[in-house]
């Protein structure tokens, strides 16, 4: 299978500097810029910023 070029694949690390991170994929025309999200963080058991780390 061909690697889509306008969607790679992003890791987001979490901002609360547990280390955790998720990894998901993000539409590069859409949204050019870091992706920030909030999710859930099991280490510090709660719902905190993950940021796109490059």
């Known amino acids: 299978m061909a ?17 955790y991170t998720y990894v998901t994929r993000k539409n590069r025309r859409n949204n050019p810029d870091r ?7 099991p280490v510090i058991r709660r719902h ?3 940021r ?3």
């Open 48 to 50: 905190v910023q993950f």
């Open 3 to 19: 690697q889509n070029q306008a969607r790679p694949i992003v890791k987001l690390r979490s901002t609360a500097g547990t280390g």
């Open 52 to 54: 796109e780390e490059r």
């Open 35 to 41: 992706l920030t999200l909030t999710k859930y963080d």
